[in-house]
């Protein structure tokens, strides 16, 4: 079995903050459902079909320029931006 460290910091963050007793058993189940995440083929399959649906889209030029949607976001929720 390997062993890792991870930084008291983390520990105490863990614990206090998401009521964690077992901080290195929460670790390791957060790491293994990512990695079931990653291999199941029908997630893998709709992640592929929205990047391929988002390529598609910019080349056919209905990507939004990211300074532009920032600012209409900016504005929409009131938040002053330097510009």
């Known amino acids: 079995m390997a062993n890792w460290t991870i930084s008291d910091e983390l520990d105490t963050r863990l614990r206090e903050r998401l009521g964690v007793e077992d901080p290195a058993a929460f670790a390791e189940q957060v790491i293994a459902e990512r990695l079931d995440e990653a291999e199941d083929p029908e997630e893998r399959a709709i992640v592929d079909a929205q990047i391929e649906q988002s390529e598609a889209e910019l080349a056919r030029g209905e990507g ?7 600012i209409e976001i900016a504005d929409e929720f009131g ?5």
Do not use: K, P
Not at 79 to 83: M, P, Q
């Open 79 to 83: 938040i002053n931006l330097d510009r």
């Open 64 to 70: 939004v320029d990211a300074r532009e949607a920032m």
